[in-house]
């Protein structure tokens, strides 16, 4: 169905794939914090639901999960203004966070998210990502990163155009047909 998918340019991670990293990156966190309390897992909406939901289900020790909305002013980040459409339900003052990104691509929506979230105190703040685009100048830090992919528009796994193709199993190169309508 994904393979035949007329929207769609190419596939750039199998389903199989994304399993496998995702399972690493919660090996990972789990032996980074292994001293930890418990862990503060932000998910980004829209695009972290299906991440964050397989990532944090293969983090066997305590952490809860909370999200956050945001919206980039106009239609495309390039500007770098972004704004808080929902917030945290709680105060992360002293909490250990991970904020969780389905996408890095100019990397304003995580530096800006940086931002805001080092200013309410927690102990600790890092930074992960599924994907980030290569492009030239990317200067913001991402601790748990899955893939880096070149600089196309990618659909899938949270991912979407128009609010659409978020539910296929893989990321894959959207056609630009598709987009530059
Ligand atoms: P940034 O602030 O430019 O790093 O953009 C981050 C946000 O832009 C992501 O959270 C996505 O919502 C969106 N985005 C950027 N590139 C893509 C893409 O290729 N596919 C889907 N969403 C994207
Ligand atoms: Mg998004």
């Not at 690493?24 to 789990?30: C, Y």
Request: aromatic share 8%.
């Amino acid at each position: 169905m994904t393979e035949n998918h007329p929207d769609l340019a190419r596939i750039l991670i199998t389903p199989e794939a994304i399993a496998a990293r995702v399972k690493e990156m919660a090996e990972q966190i789990s032996s980074d914090f292994r001293h930890v309390e418990r862990l503060y897992m932000i998910g980004i909406l829209k695009g972290a639901f299906i991440f964050l939901a397989d990532l944090t289900r293969e983090m066997h020790f305590p952490h809860v999960v909370d999200f956050m909305a945001l919206s980039s002013y106009g239609r495309t980040t390039e500007s770098g203004a972004v704004r808080i459409l929902m917030d945290l339900r709680e105060p992360i003052d002293g909490q250990h966070v991970i904020i969780v990104e389905d996408i890095v691509d100019s990397g304003h929506t995580l530096s800006y998210l940086q931002r805001v979230l080092a200013g309410r105190n927690p102990a600790s703040l890092h930074t992960c990502a599924l994907v980030r685009k290569l492009r030239p100048g990317l200067n913001v830090q991402v601790d748990y990163l899955g893939f880096d992919i070149p600089d196309v528009w990618v659909v899938g796994y949270g991912l979407d155009y128009a609010d659409l193709y978020r539910t296929l199993p893989c990321v894959a190169e959207l056609k630009k047909e598709v987009y530059s309508k």
